[in-house]
Structure formats: C-alpha cells, structure tokens
C-alpha cells in the first residue's frame, strides 16, 4: 500500500532532483530538496482537509485530483499565479514577467520579480488568510459530538448558534487588519473580501450539489452516489464530485500562499521553485492526501480533523498578522506538525481508553452466553 501510493511521488522526487542538478548543478539540487521538504512540512494540515474530502469522491475524482490536481498546483500555483501576480502590480505583459522571472534577481532590489511578488504580499496573505479563517470559522463553530479541546471548543459550538456567527468573527478580523494595513488598506480589505466571497462561493457551489459534510445526498441526487468508501462515507460523482474539486483545488491554492512567498527567501529561481514545491511537495501532499483515505486514517485517529482545523485557524490568523509582521517560515510549519502531532497522540490515548472501557463489557457478555 505504502510504495502503491507513494511511488510516483518517490519517482518524480527524484526525476526533478535529477533536473534540477543538470540546471544548477550540486546547489540547486540542495535547494530543491530543501523547498520540496519545507512545502511537506507546512501542509501535514492541508493533506488531513483534503482527505475528509477526498473519501467523500469517487476512484476516477480520486484520480483526477492526482493528475489534472497536480498540474493546477504546479503549474497553476507555484508557476502561473506568481507570474501573474507579478505581472497585475507591475502592469508587466505574460512576456514580460517571465523575463522578469528568469533573471533571478535579489528579492531585496527594487523592481526584481522577487521583490515585486513580496511587495504583493499583503494582498495574498489577505485573500489567503480569509479564507482559510472561514473555513476554520465554519468547523470550530459547528457542534460536534466528538471534540478535542473541549474547554476552547464547547463554548466556541455554544458561540455558533449564533445566526452568522462565522461571518461576524471574519468580518471582524477583516476590519482589524485592514486598520493596522497602513498604505495598503484599501487593497487588503478588497482583497480579504474577495477571499470571504470565494469561500462562500464554493461552499455554496457545494450545497447546490447537496454535498455536505456528512456526505449526505438527496434522493433526487442519487445517481451521484456510487458506493461507499472505507470510512463507510457515501462517494460522489458527477457534479457533485466536480465541486468537491474545485474546492479542493481553492484549499491548496489558499495553502500554497506561505510557501510560494517563503521560497524566494531561499532562492528567486522560479524554475527551482517549481520543482521543489510543485513537483516535490505538491505530488507528496497529494500522495499522503490518498494515503490517509485508503489507509481510513481520520476515522481510526478522530481527533486528527480537530488539530488540522485548528492549525488552519493558526495559519489563518498567521497569514493576517504576516500582513504587517513577518513570520518564520518555520514557525508557520512547526505550527502545523505540533496540532496534528498532538491530536495523533490525543487519538492514539483516545482509542486506548475505549478500547479498556470495552474489555469489561465483552467478558460480561462472554459470561451471559455461557
């Protein structure tokens, strides 16, 4: 199971070392490696969301979030939308850009492509912490039956049901960021917006669908369920499916931000960028993603949701305050690894102490059948 889902991961690893070797010989190859570990330690958060989601699709959706999903990320996020980015601030055509790009200039030296893409900073992090502020919004507010941090997460549930509860709290945060923006304040709160009504917006494309987070589907939808995966969740296809994949492909846009920024701390090469956090740590993010839905990791380790949410709500709240402070790339990744490290360990007490509260039921109904 481990080589069957990991092996292209190990194998395009070790292509784009290879490349990046001919392109830039031993240094490059070092720098790939270390980008491609850096985008793998900031989305241990990203790989559980996605595969809460990823159970609820069908093998040919699975697939496709591995192969057409993995050329978004690479060529979309980690290539194209810097470009972009880029390009809109400094009224640069595509032709341009990618001149600009390819000639690696110090990221500290005004009018470089890093620099640029830094000056753009605000903006994303708005749109990126926005969004993910609701989506984390949305979990920690909803009541569970099951909950980790019960003294943080009871009166959070007891806060959701209040009617748009999650709207006021982003909308609140929005303002406060938008206040310490300076300069920039107009585009950061057009920016955080715009990351709010993304979220609503695919959320919403969602709930067309009658795709919720249960999995549950209305019987005028059946036809889009075709049978049940290892957690016993019902698997979607159709448009449904296609939803749950634009919003799959949103969330990793949204994760991917940090770390497309970060990278050109360590280098302004695009093309070393694109090898070590797309080809690298984007196909092992995806392959770990698959990894825990076949393996039906989240439903045997229940906390596991809970710390991924919370360290989304760490990177969202991160991404905002980056805004005006910056922050330690490896701060943003310890952040993650700690909440889904302690919730594995808090699943792992979890289960042994059902496991015990059920030992003394089974011997009495061993002694009743005797």
Not at 112 to 123: I, N, T, V
Not at 157 to 179: H, Q, V
Not at 181 to 187: D, L, N, R, W, Y
Request: charged letters at 15%; glycine letters at 10%.
């Amino acid at each position: 199971m481990f080589l069957k889902t990991f092996g292209w991961s190990f194998a395009v690893t070790l292509i784009a070392l290879v490349v990046a070797f001919l392109y830039g010989g031993p240094q490059a190859l070092i720098l790939c490696l270390i980008l491609g570990i850096l985008e793998i330690s900031l989305s241990f958060d990203n790989a559980v969301v996605n595969a809460r989601i990823l159970e609820r699709m069908n093998p040919f959706w699975q697939k496709m979030f591995l192969s057409v999903g993995i050329i978004i990320a690479v060529f979309g996020m980690r290539i194209l939308f810097p470009l972009l980015i880029v390009g809109v601030t400094a009224g640069l055509n595509p032709v341009e850009a990618v001149s600009l790009a390819m000639e690696k200039g110090d990221p500290h030296t005004p009018g470089s492509y890093g620099y640029l893409l830094h000056e753009a900073h605000p903006q994303i992090a708005a749109f990126g912490g926005m969004f993910l502020l609701m989506l984390f919004l949305d979990f920690i507010l909803a009541h569970r039956d099951i909950k980790w941090i019960k003294f943080l997460e009871i009166p959070l549930a007891r806060l959701g049901k209040l009617e748009g509860a999650s709207l006021i709290i982003g909308m609140a945060a929005l303002a406060i960021a938008g206040a310490v923006a300076g300069e920039k304040q107009g585009i950061v709160l057009l920016a955080g917006l715009l990351g709010m009504i993304t979220y609503f917006l695919v959320n919403g494309l969602g709930n067309l669908f009658d795709v919720d987070e249960d999995g549950d589907v209305d019987a005028a939808d059946a036809d889009l369920v075709v049978h049940s995966g290892p957690s016993g969740t019902a698997q979607l296809a159709g448009k449904a499916a296609l939803m749950l994949f634009l919003y799959l492909e949103v969330i990793d846009a949204s994760f991917s931000f940090d770390g497309v920024i970060g990278a050109f701390a360590i280098t302004s090469d695009p093309i070393i960028i694109a090898l070590g956090l797309g080809f690298i740590g984007a196909m092992f993010v995806r392959s770990l993603t698959v990894f825990l839905v076949r393996q039906g990791t989240l439903d045997e380790f229940e906390y596991l949701d809970h710390g991924a949410h919370w360290a989304i709500g760490a990177l969202a709240v991160i991404l905002l305050v980056t805004i005006v402070v910056p922050v330690n790339e490896i701060v943003t990744g310890l952040i993650g690894v700690v909440f889904i490290g302690a919730a594995f360990v808090g699943s792992v007490q979890r289960n042994k102490r059902n496991r015990v509260a059920e030992q003394p039921q089974t011997r009495e109904s061993a002694d009743a059948n005797s």
